[in-house]
């Protein structure tokens, strides 16, 4: 039976929004979980996800456009074994209609009835279910209700708080959660002369930007060790690599290995030195990773996008200088995909190349730590008694002090600055 | 088992008639063991008979303020004793009829006689040897008599009787029961009525309003000890007024027979004793359930002061045994009775029905002024933990109060404070016994504030005190 995708409802008085992108073509095999497309409205931002298994047969609502009201058709799904192309070929009547978005907790939108067990657009609550559950951040989509008909009521609640933290929250589901106390649009524009200001709307990467960043801000606990690297050993043997590049006949050399290629790696080394620093949180557990995955931020108009070398540990300087150099220039094109960006357990932001001496960044979720560098300037210090001047950079790690302690946090950054200050122990 | 019921009811008061009647339903072949009368104590010496001779009090009294109304009445007011009696009798006659009349529209056997359990699944019924309370209804025609019945799934609705306090033993002469004070030979001038739950305070306000001299005895603080303090103090100062006299922290420790009449021996919690004649006395110090003869012991069913253990859908420790209503523990109510008999029988056929919530259970008191409430009271609440917003309203502030000549009363709400949960609502004044279903609807429905204050409530209407009690409790009250 082919599944019709319906427009979503990011809440209950929103009645169209804008289909900004398709994040899967037609013909693409669909599991449960896939982002299927994101969806816009003046408010927030959300991807629609797949629950059902099969081939999205038909996308009917192109990306880009606007003002799509809710509950729309915008795509077709096509089950296991069906013939995707009689079943784009057009919405029958047959179709099985899926249930609208749930109003309380529209981001995941599918085909498939709510994982409640209730149908249909309407999430049968009692007064008392639904404010207990909005109070504690619950999403109603997730609490099964054990009262007349399936309505969630009182006890279900209770049952499913005393459960969590299992149970998914509001937040996790809905996207953007605008800082709540934050003084509305017209309120801050009050502060300034009409006409001494251009509006420039927020494109999706801004909002993302804004609400990872809240969300990385407000729930993460951060905390932050700062620490000096002496360079002078790590300068030298870069001019030796970069030295015995390889050139090609104009003369270019195949590679030139930066300051930050080297902090890329010693940070990856360092992850792999002190395992437990490797790590991600989660409610209920911790995610202890294999390899050490380095973000690495790159500023780009409008914005910045944190692509991620993956395994970096394993990685020499040169594959490591190639694959950022690909995706510095992919993130500029904005031509990179979510496996570019998603995950990492850690991320190098850069902005020596400012002058800036030290500055701390804010964790990008789900990442546990992030390095902050800034600049490798000659600075007077002592040495063997005597005062002598060496290129010293300082570096701040923060660190979500749910994953990483401060000992810990502190034993991966004596960790990076042994590699950086013996930079030979990296071509191990 | 040749002949086995899918399931026998022993009792056929308000519990197991309603049991019996929704086994029907489900296509259970059902039975219903009655030694005496149909429809139990409730519809025959209890709820029904007492609201009929309640009536003709509300009327009398009403006539007695025709001239408050504009009205003028010829002649002496008076009232017969008998005939006032005989109209209770014949309300209680006629549903004592109907009840057998749906016992046999839903195909229920009726097996007429006294009920023991032999065995699991096996009742012996011999005929009755309790003497009936007279006047007795008939015995209904088509019954089934005494012999051994087998069942898969036997339900003990016994329901109860007066408790009575050693010593002061009700003789049905000089000190009643709710049996006798229903049908008395002469309405009595003095009157001493030991007890002020619910059927205490029916009767103190009935015979009160027939022109006795009543006083109420109460060994507690507070009269009508289940309801909300302020609710109990509001109705005391009423029937203060209507000249009941009340004597709480009291104990009535002795009680003297005369010829016509009683001497009573009360003391307070000072110790300070004193002595109260009066024509006739009522015992209505509670009751007790019906868990004697009935073979209970012998089968080793669990039973915890006189209360028989249930899991809260009506099941025994033993298997295929349940009990409901009163014999089933408190609050011993036709209504609690006639849902637990439900719940015990859907359980039985499969259905997962919710156990029983004793918070959701209304309680209502027919006095005047009548007294109903449902949930919480504030000091159980917060002895419970709560944070609780309170809202009052009192009828003077209600239009439709006024109207009717009924400005004295008060409902009071009590909600958690957290998440607006309606946690107890509590009334005394006209009609309040009608209109607490609107909360026990709300409570079961868990509205919280926001829906009760979005609600409508029809004007000029009582309920309209209900609307601004919610109100009140949010700051928000709009007649007061």
């Known amino acids: 039976m082919p599944i019709d995708i319906l427009m979503p409802a990011l809440s209950p008085t929103m009645e169209k929004g804008n289909l900004s992108r398709w994040l899967k073509k037609e013909g693409d095999k669909i599991k449960p979980g896939d982002v299927l497309a994101e969806i816009e409205t003046d408010k927030a931002t959300m991807e629609v996800e797949a629950i059902d298994e099969g081939v999205l047969a038909k996308i009917v609502v192109p990306a880009g456009t606007a003002d799509v009201p809710v509950n729309n058709v915008i795509g077709v799904i096509a089950g296991e074994g069906e013939d995707a192309h009689s079943v784009a070929s057009g919405s029958s009547p047959a179709h099985e209609k899926a249930p609208a978005a749930v109003p309380a907790a529209p981001a995941t939108v599918s085909a498939a009835p709510a994982f409640n067990g209730q149908t249909g657009p309407r999430i049968f609550a009692s007064p008392l279910a639904r404010r207990i559950a909005k109070e504690a951040g619950l999403a109603l989509t997730a609490i099964t209700g054990t009262g007349p008909h399936g309505r969630i009521i009182e006890r279900d609640v209770k049952a499913a708080l005393a459960r969590a933290p299992s149970v998914p929250r509001v937040q996790d589901l809905k996207a953007p959660s605008v800082p709540l106390p934050a003084p509305s649009d017209e309120l801050i524009r009050q502060n300034y002369a009409a006409s001494s200001f251009e509006e420039v709307p927020h494109d999706l990467m801004r909002k993302t930007i804004a609400r990872r960043l809240v969300e990385a801000a407000r729930t993460i606990p951060h905390f932050y060790l700062t620490t000096d690297c002496n360079l002078d050993a790590l300068i030298s043997l870069r001019e030796a690599i970069n030295e015995a590049a390889p050139k090609n006949k104009e003369g270019k050399p195949a590679y030139k290995i930066s300051v930050n290629d080297f902090i890329i790696k010693a940070l990856a080394l360092a992850l792999i030195r002190v395992p437990d620093a490797n790590a991600t949180w989660t409610e209920s557990a911790m995610l202890k990773h294999k390899h050490a995955d380095v973000g690495v931020a790159v500023a780009i108009p409008g914005g910045l996008i944190t692509p991620i070398i993956r395994a970096a540990e394993t990685k020499t300087l040169s594959v490591i200088s190639g694959e950022m150099k690909d995706y510095a220039a992919r993130a500029r094109a904005r031509k990179l995909m979510p496996e570019d960006y998603q995950g990492g357990s850690t991320a190098v932001s850069n902005l020596g190349m400012f002058g800036i001496k030290s500055f701390s960044a804010i964790i990008n979720p789900p990442q546990a730590t992030i390095l902050a560098v800034g600049a490798g300037e000659p600075r007077v210090i002592v040495k063997n008694g005597a005062p002598t001047v060496a290129i010293v950079m300082s570096v701040t790690l923060s660190c979500d002090h749910r994953a990483v302690d401060g000992v810990l946090g502190a034993e991966l950054l004596a960790a990076f600055k042994t590699l950086i200050e013996q930079p030979a122990g990296m071509l191990a | ?480």
């Open chain 2, 1 to 480: 088992m040749p002949d086995a019921y899918d399931i026998l009811v022993i009792g056929g008061g308000p519990g197991g008639y309603v049991a019996a009647i929704r086994a029907a339903q489900l296509g259970f072949k059902t039975a219903v063991v009655e030694r005496e009368h149909l429809g139990g104590i409730c519809l025959n010496w209890g709820c029904i008979p007492t609201k009929a001779l309640l009536r003709s009090a509300e009327i009398f009294h009403t006539l007695n303020h025709a001239k408050d109304y504009g009205l003028t009445v010829e002649g002496k007011i008076g009232f017969d004793p008998a005939a006032v009696v005989k109209r209770s009798r014949d309300v209680s006659a006629q549903l004592n009829n109907g009840v057998g009349f749906l016992l046999k529209k839903n195909k229920v056997d009726v097996i007429w006689g006294e009920a023991a359990i032999t065995k699991p699944g096996e009742v012996l019924v011999t005929a009755t040897k309790k003497p009936a309370m007279q006047p007795s209804h008939p015995v209904p025609k088509g019954v089934l008599g005494a012999g051994t019945y087998f069942a898969k799934n036997i339900i003990v609705a016994t329901g109860a009787r007066p408790r009575v306090i050693p010593g002061i033993e009700p003789d049905g002469k000089l000190i009643w029961t709710y049996f006798e004070a229903m049908v008395p030979d002469r309405f009595p001038q003095s009157l001493i009525v030991m007890g002020s739950g619910a059927i205490g305070i029916e009767f103190a306000s009935f015979y009160r309003t027939m022109g006795a001299q009543v006083t109420v005895v109460e060994i507690l603080p507070q009269i009508l000890p289940v309801e909300d303090v302020e609710i109990a103090a509001h109705a005391r100062k009423r029937f203060e007024k209507q000249g009941i006299e009340i004597l709480t922290s009291t104990k009535v420790t002795k009680v003297e027979k005369k010829q016509d009449g009683i001497t009573a021996t009360l003391e307070d919690d000072k110790g300070q004793a004193r002595t109260l004649e009066a024509e006739r006395m009522i015992s209505a110090v509670g009751v007790t359930g019906n868990v004697e003869n009935l073979g209970l012991e012998v089968l080793g069913v669990k039973i915890d002061h006189g209360i028989i253990a249930t899991d809260g859908r009506g099941r025994t420790n033993i298997a295929g045994l349940h009990a409901i209503g009163d014999v089933a523990g408190p609050p011993m109510l036709a209504h609690k009775a006639e849902h637990e008999g439900v719940i015990c029988v859907e359980a039985i056929n499969g259905l997962d029905p919710h156990p029983l919530d004793k918070l959701m259970i209304p309680g209502c008191t027919y006095c005047n002024p009548q007294v109903a409430s449902v949930g919480l009271t504030e000091a159980k609440a917060k002895a419970l933990g709560f944070e609780v917003r309170v809202g009052r309203f009192p009828f003077i502030g209600n239009g439709k109060a006024i109207a009717l000549g009924e400005p004295d009363g008060l409902v009071k709400t009590i909600f958690d404070a957290k998440t607006g949960k309606l946690l107890g609502a509590h009334m005394v004044g006209a009609e309040v016994t009608e209109l607490i279903q609107g909360f026990v609807i709300a409570m079961n429905c868990e509205t919280t504030e926001a829906e009760l204050i979005h609600s409508i409530f029809p004007h000029p209407t009582l309920s309209e005190t209900m609307h601004e009690s919610v109100l009140d409790a949010y700051g928000r009250v709009i007649h007061m």
